[in-house]
């Protein structure tokens, strides 16, 4: 079967820090695997998404970068994290197909203090 | 631009009664609709995904329905448990110009009272 693993689970980090956010999946090959942020208040916001290995598309400008380094590795990345960066970050993955659902990580909850 | 609606915001009953959870969307182009679960400070749970071409789904004491050309989802659960309290998410699947988003709604908080 399939699991989708984030790291870290909590993460409290100052106005300026680098961030790095860890996502893999294990039981599948060749996934498109996307990140979401979900602030407070707001409904879940598509990041960005990849469909292979080194292909990122970004979906919103911003302070964040994603990476693809492996088959089923996904990382979200800052050099300098901003206040508005808070909030909760979910990874997902799915299948190649475009009617197959996507399955979600168990999320990273990030605060820039 | 697709947006995505849920009402209500938050629905508070007691135990055992029927509810239903409503989704609308402003442009029926859409190639899939799914209703998730998401559980406090936890990721989402698939529950129910229903194709364009379809009209419902239903798994357990779980029924979804779609109208794509009024733009419109319920999930009706029955027989609510506490267990069922938790926040209801409903998302469409876009495809446009060689690219493939969902987009959310902010969700219905559920409370189901013992």
């Known amino acids: 079967s399939q699991t989708i693993h984030q790291w870290p689970a909590t993460l409290v980090q100052p106005v300026g820090s680098p961030l790095s956010l860890e996502c893999t999946v294990e039981g599948t090959s060749n996934p498109n695997l996307y990140w979401y942020r979900q602030a407070a208040g707001r409904g879940l916001q598509l990041l960005f998404y990849?469909?292979?290995?080194?292909?990122i598309s970004s979906e919103v400008p911003q302070n964040l970068s994603a990476s693809r380094p492996q088959d089923r590795q996904f990382i979200l990345s800052s050099k300098k994290l901003l206040l508005s960066d808070s909030g909760f970050y979910l990874c997902?993955?799915?299948?190649?197909?475009?009617?197959?659902?996507?399955?979600f990580g168990p999320g990273t909850r990030l605060l820039v203090l | 631009k697709q947006e995505v609606t849920q009402i209500p915001a938050a629905l508070s009953v007691p135990e055992g009664e029927n509810l239903v959870l409503n989704c609308s969307f402003t442009d029926s182009a859409i190639y899939n609709l799914q209703w998730f679960r998401q559980d406090p400070g936890k990721g989402l749970t698939s529950l129910l995904l229903i194709q364009s071409s379809q009209r419902e789904q239903t798994s357990g004491r779980l029924n979804a329905s779609l109208d794509k050309s009024s733009g419109r989802s319920t999930l009706y659960i029955a027989a609510s448990q506490p267990g069922d309290s938790a926040t209801y998410l409903c998302a469409v699947k876009e495809y446009r110009g060689g690219s493939e988003k969902l987009v959310f709604g902010k969700g219905t908080k559920l409370t189901v009272n013992p």
């Open positions: 990849s469909v292979g290995i080194g292909q």
């Open positions: 997902a993955w799915r299948k190649q197909g475009v009617r197959e659902t996507q399955y």
